[in-house]
């Protein structure tokens, strides 16, 4: 839980990586109830479990939570795409919906002010067909050839490859580009309190912003 709080809480920490995390914790602690049932022939969700109020945090986080754009990230993270969706739970013409809505959200636009290809776009970028097929757009390679020193690759960096006038690249970038918490804002006033103090009062506010700017970098 204290490795899951400290990934959760930085930074640059996206939705689709809070959404896996959710998950890997949901699904670690459902187990431990059914493989260590405190009852005989308990069930899954076993109310005298030590774990049980955990897991009821979870679904409780996760149902105030807008899922909509988490599940939207985890989708466009293009190192997953699909992989990790159960097609029967949210088929295809969910996440299409989903997408189409959060554009329209997201741009600020009328439903009639859609853009006409999206549909299209989602479509092959789930079956990895046109501007998204393998030859065109290689994820493994890029994958390799844009990680980062510790060895992670920022799924933003693929898709900025793409053309930036496509609606669906412009969804990619802004969905993924959310950090889901306040730790960096904390950080951030933090950082300006100890810029601009008592005993230095005379900042202007842009040299201020820079200044600060620099301490997050």
């Given at each position: 839980?204290?490795?899951?709080?400290?990934?959760?809480?930085?930074?640059?920490t996206?939705?689709?990586?809070?959404?896996?995390l959710?998950s890997?914790?949901?699904?670690?602690?459902?187990?431990?109830?059914?493989?260590?049932?405190?009852?005989?022939?308990?069930?899954?969700?076993?109310?005298?479990h030590?774990?049980?109020?955990?897991?009821n945090?979870?679904?409780k986080?996760?149902?105030?939570?807008?899922?909509?754009?988490?599940?939207?990230a985890?989708?466009?993270?293009p190192?997953?795409n699909?992989?990790?969706?159960?097609?029967?739970?949210?088929?295809?013409?969910?996440?299409?919906?989903?997408?189409?809505?959060?554009?329209?959200?997201?741009?600020?636009l009328n439903?009639s002010?859609?853009?006409?290809?999206?549909?299209?776009?989602?479509?092959?970028?789930?079956?990895r067909?046109?501007?998204f097929?393998?030859?065109?757009?290689?994820?493994?390679?890029?994958?390799d050839?844009?990680?980062?020193?510790?060895?992670?690759?920022?799924?933003?960096?693929?898709?900025?490859?793409?053309?930036?006038?496509n609606?669906?690249v412009?969804?990619?970038?802004?969905?993924?580009?959310?950090?889901?918490?306040?730790?960096?804002?904390?950080?951030?006033?933090?950082?300006?309190?100890?810029?601009?103090?008592?005993?230095?009062?005379?900042?202007?506010v842009?040299?201020n912003?820079?200044?600060?700017?620099?301490?997050?970098?």
């Open positions: 839980l204290a490795i899951a709080v400290n990934v959760s809480q930085c930074s640059n996206r939705c689709d990586q809070v959404l896996l959710l890997k914790l949901y699904r670690t602690y459902i187990n431990l109830c059914i493989t260590d049932h405190s009852l005989p022939l308990a069930e899954d969700k076993d109310e005298s030590p774990v049980t109020s955990i897991i945090s979870i679904e986080r996760w149902e105030h939570a807008d899922q909509d754009l988490f599940i939207m985890l989708f466009l993270n190192l997953i699909a992989n990790l969706i159960n097609g029967c739970v949210l088929p295809p013409g969910f996440l299409m919906r989903i997408a189409r809505w959060l554009y329209l959200c997201v741009f600020k439903i002010d859609a853009p006409v290809g999206l549909i299209g776009q989602i479509y092959e970028y789930q079956c067909t046109g501007i097929a393998p030859a065109a757009w290689p994820i493994q390679e890029l994958k050839s844009l990680k980062d020193e510790d060895g992670t690759c920022d799924s933003l960096r693929i898709w900025g490859l793409l053309d930036s006038e609606p669906l412009q969804l990619a970038q802004l969905v993924l580009s959310f950090v889901p918490n306040s730790a960096s804002v904390k950080h951030l006033f933090s950082s300006m309190g100890n810029t601009k103090s008592k005993r230095q009062t005379c900042l202007g842009q040299k912003r820079d200044m600060s700017f620099l301490k997050m970098e």
